[in-house]
C-alpha cells in the first residue's frame, strides 16, 4: 500500500505550535511529510516557540530533520519561492494540504487562486485536482472579509478547522488545547489518533 504524502504549511498566524504538534504526529503515524514554512511563519515559530530555524532549502531540510527525528525519505522542506518543487505540479499532487496556523493573508490568496509563492502555488494544485485541502484559521475578531473568503473555499470544499479548542475535555495544559485542534485535523485527514477524549468517551 502507498504510502499518504500529506503537505504541512505554517503562515504568519500566531500558533505556530499547532504546526509543529501535527508535523510530529504526521510523521509518527507513517506519513511522508513535506514542509512549508513562509518568513512571517519563521517570525512567528521564533517568536511563540523558540524555534529559530534559518538558512537556505538544504540546510533548512537538514536542520528540521534532526528536530523531528526523521529519516530524508520521510520529511522534506522546500522554500516558498521554490516553483520548480514537484509539489507545485498537479502530476505529483500530494494526497492532503494543511495550512496549520492560517493567516487571514494566506487564506484571501488561496481564496483569491493566487499563486505567488509554492505555498499558495501547491494550495492552488490541491482546488484544481480536487485533494483534501485543510485550513486552520487563526483570528479574532473576523471581519466581513475574512468570513467571505473563509465561505468561498468551503464552498469548494476546503475543510476549516478554526484554531477554537474546546473544554468537554477538561484540558489542564496548554499541550492538552494543542492536542483537541490537532486531533481534529487529523480526524479530517482521516488518521487516527487519541490526542483528547471524545465527547461523552470514558477516559
Given at each position: 500500500?502507498?504510502?499518504?504524502?500529506?503537505?504541512?504549511?505554517?503562515?504568519?498566524?500566531?500558533?505556530?505550535?499547532?504546526?509543529?504538534?501535527?508535523?510530529?504526529?504526521?510523521?509518527?503515524?507513517?506519513?511522508?511529510?513535506?514542509?512549508?514554512?513562509?518568513?512571517?511563519?519563521?517570525?512567528?515559530?521564533?517568536?511563540?516557540?523558540?524555534?529559530?530555524?534559518?538558512?537556505?532549502?538544504?540546510?533548512?531540510?537538514?536542520?528540521?530533520?534532526?528536530?523531528?527525528?526523521?529519516?530524508?525519505?520521510?520529511?522534506?522542506?522546500?522554500?516558498?519561492?521554490?516553483?520548480?518543487?514537484?509539489?507545485?505540479?498537479?502530476?505529483?499532487?500530494?494526497?492532503?494540504?494543511?495550512?496549520?496556523?492560517?493567516?487571514?493573508?494566506?487564506?484571501?490568496?488561496?481564496?483569491?487562486?493566487?499563486?505567488?509563492?509554492?505555498?499558495?502555488?501547491?494550495?492552488?494544485v490541491m482546488l484544481k485536482e480536487r485533494r483534501t485541502l485543510l485550513l486552520?484559521?487563526?483570528?479574532?475578531?473576523?471581519?466581513?472579509?475574512?468570513?467571505?473568503?473563509?465561505?468561498?473555499?468551503?464552498?469548494?470544499?476546503?475543510?476549516?478547522?478554526?484554531?477554537?479548542?474546546?473544554?468537554?475535555?477538561?484540558?489542564?495544559?496548554?499541550?492538552?488545547?494543542?492536542?483537541?485542534?490537532?486531533?481534529?485535523?487529523?480526524?479530517?485527514?482521516?488518521?487516527?489518533?487519541?490526542?483528547?477524549?471524545?465527547?461523552?468517551?470514558?477516559?
Amino acid at each position: 500500500m502507498r504510502e499518504r504524502h500529506i503537505v504541512v504549511a505554517i503562515t504568519g498566524a500566531s500558533g505556530a505550535i499547532y504546526g509543529v504538534r501535527l508535523c510530529r504526529e504526521l510523521l509518527g503515524a507513517g506519513v511522508r511529510l513535506s514542509l512549508l514554512v513562509s518568513s512571517a511563519g519563521r517570525q512567528v515559530l521564533r517568536e511563540e516557540c523558540g524555534l529559530d530555524w534559518r538558512g537556505d532549502e538544504e540546510a533548512m531540510a537538514a536542520e528540521l530533520r534532526e528536530y523531528f527525528r526523521a529519516a530524508p525519505e520521510n520529511l522534506a522542506y522546500y522554500g516558498e519561492n521554490n516553483l520548480l518543487a514537484p509539489i507545485a505540479s498537479g502530476s505529483s499532487a500530494p494526497d492532503a494540504m494543511a495550512v496549520v496556523p492560517c493567516s487571514m493573508g494566506t487564506l484571501a490568496r488561496i481564496a483569491a487562486g493566487s499563486s505567488g509563492n509554492l505555498l499558495e502555488r501547491c494550495a492552488d494544485v490541491m482546488l484544481k485536482e480536487r485533494r483534501t485541502l485543510l485550513l486552520v484559521p487563526r483570528e479574532t475578531p473576523v471581519n466581513v472579509i475574512h468570513l467571505e473568503n473563509m465561505l468561498r473555499l468551503a464552498r469548494l470544499g476546503v475543510r476549516m478547522v478554526p484554531a477554537m479548542p474546546a473544554f468537554y475535555h477538561h484540558p489542564r495544559s496548554i499541550d492538552d488545547l494543542v492536542g483537541f485542534i490537532v486531533g481534529k485535523v487529523l480526524d479530517q485527514l482521516g488518521i487516527e489518533n487519541d490526542l483528547f477524549a471524545r465527547w461523552r468517551e470514558e477516559t
